[in-house]
């Protein structure tokens, strides 16, 4: 099962086993991992999952789509590297995949 | 600017207890009803005509649009992140509010915009606590060191903990969903069912561990594991929900049998020994005696709790003041080996026939260390009869 490690923005990190399909904040959540909230569910609609995806690997986790990009206006001090976890689903590919969490999510 | 609205329609609106605006295309307040000048704390005349981002604005760090979200809502009046996604009020006096808003399109012609607004600062507020204090529960639960399982009114397992994961066997991923008398040896499955449902009838919300007996798991390499279990029943709309503690005993029972063991290995060397032994506290009350010390008593009535210096064995001298220095020396003999001094003298005994034996004596302190601290818990008193050995006098 791929690994995803999260870095809180106190530096605490989490490296839990996520299945392949499921969503990067849906792996949060589900290791109880503090700092992703995911208040809708994974519906792309409440930018309370927003995570930094460390830059080797920006590029397999993919670009935002227009509705991501829109809601990320609601996110927290946002950089290129900003999506949210709600539309990264796991794949073997990003199995190692590394994420920071902002400092804040409301 | 409150010309945006007729004379009924303003009536309504001051009426509503939701707090209402009217802004325009380009973001500036047309109009605000009496409910938003009492959330926002500014009179109309204040606000209307000044810029909305006097009173929603984003916050530092986002880069929201305030009025092209507005319009975006506006052309999408159920879209699902209005369940979501609130914007943040500025009141007059500095304080922020969280608003859940919602948007229609006034004037398609003039673009103005109908936006109300509801306070959900408090109910945000509640709702991260409750958050954050099922984070900080469901931490605890996962990585305590019993395990956890929670069960359905159908006995299911919704939630299984690492630890139930390390002691079964099986993964969440996989009991989760199934029976919980999965987790059972087959003989135990029937009544089960029964003693959950009973359980649920009863009038107790939870049964702790040493209330009831052992019970056994079993696991899925077939091992079966004697448990101890506590649980407790939560009725969350009308249906049961089972959550049962599960104490791994298989260590505990171990420890106890090599114990018992050991404890009877001692207890053999002890009592088979041909010295006699006594085993004394360090106030000189003595705790144990083996079967040669009992057999030189005879009568061990009341032996067990007196004073060593004071057991029948010691000879009954006729000669009182004698006889209390030999006590005295013996109490003080005991006091000194109760600091850490070993003892080995000579010592004559009477036995039950009224023989009297010559007696190889010691007295040896045994220590105890707890932490940084060793003391004396107890003293060893032997005696070796040597009367064979002595010279006849």
């Avoid at chain 2, 709790?305 to 006889?323: H, M, Q, S, Y």
Wanted: charged share 25%.
């Amino acid at each position: 099962m791929p690994r995803v490690t999260y870095i809180e923005s106190n530096g605490t990190e989490h490296v839990v086993a996520v299945p392949v399909g499921v969503s990067v904040m849906q792996g949060a959540r589900d290791n109880l991992v503090p700092g992703i909230e995911g208040d809708c569910g994974g519906l792309c609609a409440c930018a309370t999952c927003h995570v930094y995806v460390e830059p080797e690997w920006a590029k397999r986790c993919g670009e935002p789509d227009e509705l991501e990009t829109n809601i990320l206006d609601f996110a927290f001090d946002v950089t290129p590297l900003s999506r949210l976890s709600c539309q990264i689903h796991v794949t073997d590919a990003l199995d190692g995949l590394v994420v920071r969490l902002p400092e804040r999510q409301y | 600017m409150s010309d945006v609205l007729g004379e009924p329609a303003r009536r309504v609106l001051d009426t509503l207890p939701e707090a209402v605006l009217i802004i325009d295309a380009a973001g500036r307040v047309r109009y605000l009803n009496d409910a938003a000048g009492e959330l926002l704390g500014y009179g109309a005349a204040e606000l209307e005509g000044c810029d909305v981002a006097t009173v929603i604005a984003s916050q530092p760090g986002q880069r929201v649009d305030v009025v092209a979200w507005l319009a975006r809502w506006a052309d999408e009046p159920n879209s699902p992140q209005l369940r979501y996604l609130t914007l943040t009020g500025r009141v007059r006096s500095g304080a922020q509010l969280r608003l859940s808003v919602r948007v229609a399109q006034l004037d398609a012609r003039r673009r103005d915009y109908l936006v109300t607004l509801r306070d959900v600062t408090a109910e945000q507020r509640e709702h991260q606590d409750v958050k954050h204090a099922y984070l900080v529960a469901s931490r605890i639960l996962a990585i305590c060191d019993d395990a956890i399982v929670n069960a359905d009114k159908d006995f299911n397992v919704t939630f299984f903990n690492r630890k139930a994961e390390a002691l079964f066997g099986v993964t969440a991923a996989e009991i989760v969903g199934r029976p919980i008398e999965r987790l059972l040896p087959q003989r135990y499955r029937a009544s089960h069912g029964r003693h959950i449902a009973a359980f649920r009838d009863a009038k107790a919300p939870s049964r702790l561990m040493g209330e009831r007996g052992e019970i056994v798991g079993l696991a899925a390499n077939g091992e079966e594991i004697p448990l101890e279990a506590s649980i407790t029943k939560v009725f969350v709309d009308g249906e049961p929900i089972f959550s049962v503690q599960l104490r791994d005993i298989r260590a505990r029972k171990a420890a106890e049998r090599a114990r018992a063991a050991s404890e009877q290995r001692f207890r053999t060397m002890f009592e088979r020994a041909l010295e006699a032994i006594a085993l004394v506290d360090p106030s000189g009350s003595v705790l144990e005696l083996n079967s040669a010390a009992r057999a030189l008593l005879g009568d061990t009535t009341g032996a067990l709790g007196r004073k060593f210096w004071l057991l029948p064995w010691w000879p009954r001298l006729a000669d009182a003041v004698e006889r209390e220095r030999r006590e005295r020396a013996m109490q003080d003999a005991v006091a000194r080996c109760a600091r850490g001094e070993e003892i080995r003298t000579r010592a004559e005994l009477v036995d039950l026939r009224a023989q009297r034996h010559v007696i190889d004596f010691s007295l040896r302190p045994v220590w105890e260390t707890v932490g940084d601290d060793r003391a004396v818990a107890s003293i060893l008193a032997e005696g070796r009869d040597i009367t064979s050995l002595v010279p006849p006098t």
